[in-house]
C-alpha cells in the first residue's frame, strides 16, 4: 500500500459463520487496507451471527459472535451479509436488515428465486441496495455485467452450466462412460455433491438461477415456480454415449429466452454440440452463455461453488454496496418494468433429438416423417441403423415449438409403425 | 412496454460518425424506451460530429452533424461518446468534453493507454464520469466486472486473447497449416484484418489493451510503453505445427501478472495446451482468463470488435453514466493507489518451449542440460528426436525468470553442441 486510505468506517454485520462466512471475515480482516482503497471506506466486521456459539471457529473473532441473528441484522449495521442458507429465517433476516436501513449482500438463490421481487420492492422503499452476485455462478461475474455492461443492449437468450455437481456428474458419464450412480457416489465423497442430492441432480437448484438470470435479462419478475424443471436422474450412459456418436455432449442447462408472446424459462438435460463454447465446461465448473442483440454471443465462466470463490462474489458486493454508501446513492437494482408473460415450456422453440425403436419395412420411415410433418415440425436429420428387431430410426428436428414437437412425440408412441420412443432429449446451440 | 418511463432529458453528444457511431445512433434511437427504462433518464442525441458531412450516412441525422468535434465535445452535454479513433484529435476532445463537465464514454484504446492517467485525473477533478468498457475486448464485459465485481479479490493473473485478427491468422494457420502470408490476405478480404495490418499483426493493439486491463486489475497506472511486445510476424506454420503435434496451441496473448517487486506486462506468441480454456477460443472471437486469489479462475468470451459488438459495449457505458448522473454521483474509477513497479520482461515468470539442432552424440544431452541448470532453469521435459544431421532435442522448462531463460537460450547458442536454436517460443497455462 503506498498510502493509507482514509474515509467512513462502514460496519459489516455477518449472518452466517460456515465455510463461506468464514472466508469472507478472513478476506475483510486481511484485505481491510486494500478494501478501503477500493470502496473508499473502512469495513468493520461489527458481529457474526452462527447457529452454535460454542463450535470453534478458525479466523472469526469471539468477542463478535452472536446467536441471534434477526437482532444482529437490525442492529443498524451498514451493510448486512446473509449467508445462513435456507429461506424463512433467511428472508426474516433479510427483512429486518432492509426496514433498518441497512444494504444487503447475500448468496442465497432460493431466498431471491422465492422472494425477490417483494425484496427488492422494500430495498427501494427504503433507499437500500440489495446484491446477490454470489447467488448465481458463485465467483462469474455475472448480475453486474448483465445489469451495467450490458444494459444498452437487448438481451435474447440465456443459456448456463450453473450446477457443479450436474456437470461434474454429466461430464464423467459422458469421457469414462461411468453410471449415474456410480459418479454421484464419487461426487459426494470429494464434496462436490450433497448427501441428500435432489436439489443438484433435480435441476432445483439450477432452476432457482435460472429464474434469478430471467428476471435480470428481461425485466420481469420470475420465480422459481415459474420454471420448467427436469433433472438428470434419468439420463442413462447410453442416452451420453449415443449424443457423443453424434457430435454432443449431454449438459443440465438453464436456460432463458424470449419466445413469441413472452419468454420461457427452463431447466432440462440438452445436447450441445461439441464445437460450442459450453461443450468445452468441464467438471464442477460452471459458464453462461449470453447472446444479446447487438453484442452477439458472450460467454463467463469460472467456478460455480466453494467457499473461497463465493466470498469472492460477496466481497465484490460489499466493495460495490459501500462505494454506494460512501456516495449516497443506491445501484440499478431488478426492474420488472417489462412485465413480460412467462410461458410455459410449450411455447418453449428448441429442438428434438429421437430414438425410435420401429418396425423394418418399406414404408416406415415415411409414415414416420409424416408424423413430424402434421405437427410441422422440420426434421434436420434421418439415420437408419439396425435391422430386423434392432431397426432404429435417429431423427433430429430443427427447432420448433416444443408443445408441437411433445404432440409429435405423443403421435409417435400411438403409431403402428414405432415400437418404443427409446431416446428423446433436446438440443441447444445447434442452430 | 409496460409503462412509459419519466425521468430527466441527458444530451448525448457523439463524435465520430463510423461504423460504431452509426450502430450507438441506431440503438440509442430505436431503444430509447428501454434505454430510459434502465438509465432513468431520456437519452436525447445532441449532436454528431463526422469528418466529413457530406457523406450520406444511413441512419445518422443530418441536422445533427457537425464537423467542428471539439466545439461539439464543449457544447454541454451530459454524456459525450467518443468514436472517432486516433490519439490527438482525441485527446483534445476528451479533454475539452471532460473539461466543460461532461461525462465522456469513449472506444479508443490507444487514447486511454497513452494518457489514461491524465485523463482520469481530469475526470476526478470535474467531478464526472470517464468509461471505455469497448477498447478492450470489444462487446466482452470486463473492466466493469474487474472493478466492481471482482473488487473484493485480490487478482494476481490476467491471460488475454485481446486481438480478433491475429487470431483468425493462428487459428487457420494452426487447422488448415496455412501460411501467414496467404491467411492474412484473406482476412484482409474478409474485412478480419486493416490494409496495413502492423498494428495488429505486429502486436500493439494487443500491447494497448493490455496496459488498460493492468492498470484496472493491480490498480497503477500502466502506459502501452510498459508493455514488453513481440508480434506473431516470424510465426510459421512449422512453429504451429510442432507446437500441435506436443498438444499446444499457439495464442497471441496479452499478460498482466504479479512478479516478485512488482507488475509485469506483455503480449507475445505463446504455446497454450489444448486443455486450457483459451485454447478453444477460435477465430476472431476474444476472450480473458483472470486468475484471482478468491475467485480462482474466471472467463470472459466473445467478439472483440465489429460495429454493432462495440456499441452493445458503448451503451452499456452510457447506461451507467447516465444512471449515475440521475443520481448526481461518479462511478469508480482507475484508482493508482497501489502505485506497483511495472517491471521488464526479464522479470516475467514464464515456461520456454526450445528447439535444438544439436550434434548426434553421447553426451549433448548433459551438456545441454546442465546449460539450463547452471542458470536455475528446471526442465520439465526433453524429447529427442532424427540422428545425425537432423538430431533434435525439443526441451520445455519450468516456469523459470524469464531473464534466466534469456541468458540460457544465449549460452545455448554459443555451446558447440548446439548447431541451432531452431525454435522458441513461451508457454504459458501448463502448470
Known sequence: MAQQPQGPVLKVALVGGG????????????????????????????????????????????????????????????????????????????????????????????????????????AREHGVDLYYE?????????????????????????????????????????????????????????????ADPTADVGGHDAAAKAAIVAGLAFHTAVTAADVHVEGITSISVDDVAAAGDMGFVVKLLAIA?????????????????????????????????????????????????????????VLGDVVTVARHRVSGVVGPTLSTHAERPVLPIGEAITAYYVNLHVDDRPGVLAMVASLFAEHSVSIAGVRQE???????????????RDADLQATIADLRESPVVRAVAGLMRVEGAD
Not at 427483512?95 to 444487503?104: K, N
Open 134 to 194: 454470489a447467488a448465481v455462478a458463485g465467483a462469474i461475474p455475472l448480475l453486474q455485467p448483465l445489469t451495467s455492461s450490458l444494459a444498452g443492449d437487448r438481451i435474447t437468450r440465456v443459456l448456463g452450466i450453473v450446477n457443479g455437481t450436474t456437470n461434474y456428474i454429466l461430464t464423467r458419464m459422458g469421457e469414462e462412460g461411468a453410471a449415474f450412480d456410480e459418479v454421484l457416489a464419487d461426487a459426494q465423497a470429494l464434496g462436490y455433491a450433497e
Open 19 to 122: 465455510t463461506v462466512g468464514s472466508q469472507v471475515a478472513r478476506l475483510l480482516r486481511e484485505n481491510a487496507d486494500e478494501l478501503a482503497a477500493r470502496s473508499g471506506a473502512r469495513l468493520e466486521l461489527a458481529g457474526v451471527a452462527v447457529r452454535d456459539a460454542g463450535k470453534t471457529r478458525v479466523g472469526l473473532p469471539l468477542d463478535l459472535l452472536t446467536t441471534d441473528a434477526v437482532a444482529l441484522a437490525s442492529s443498524g449495521a451498514d451493510i448486512v451479509v446473509e449467508l445462513m442458507g435456507g429461506v424463512e429465517v433467511a428472508h426474516e433476516v433479510v427483512v429486518a436488515a432492509l426496514r433498518t436501513g441497512s444494504s444487503v449482500v447475500t448468496a442465497n438463490k432460493a431466498l431471491i428465486a422465492q422472494h425477490g421481487a417483494e425484496l427488492h420492492a422494500l
Open 257 to 313: 429466452e424470449e419466445v413469441p408472446g413472452g419468454i420461457c424459462v427452463r431447466v432440462h438435460p440438452t445436447m450441445v454440440p461439441r464445437t460450442h463454447p459450453l461443450a468445452s465446461v468441464r467438471e464442477a465448473f460452471n459458464a453462461v452463455f449470453v447472446t444479446a442483440e447487438a453484442a452477439g454471443e458472450v460467454m463467463f465462466y469460472g467456478r460455480g461453488a466453494g467457499g473461497t470463490p463465493t466470498a469472492s462474489a
Open 386 to 400: 439396425g435391422s430386423g428387431d434392432e431397426a432404429t430410426l435417429i431423427v433430429r428436428t430443427h427447432r420448433a
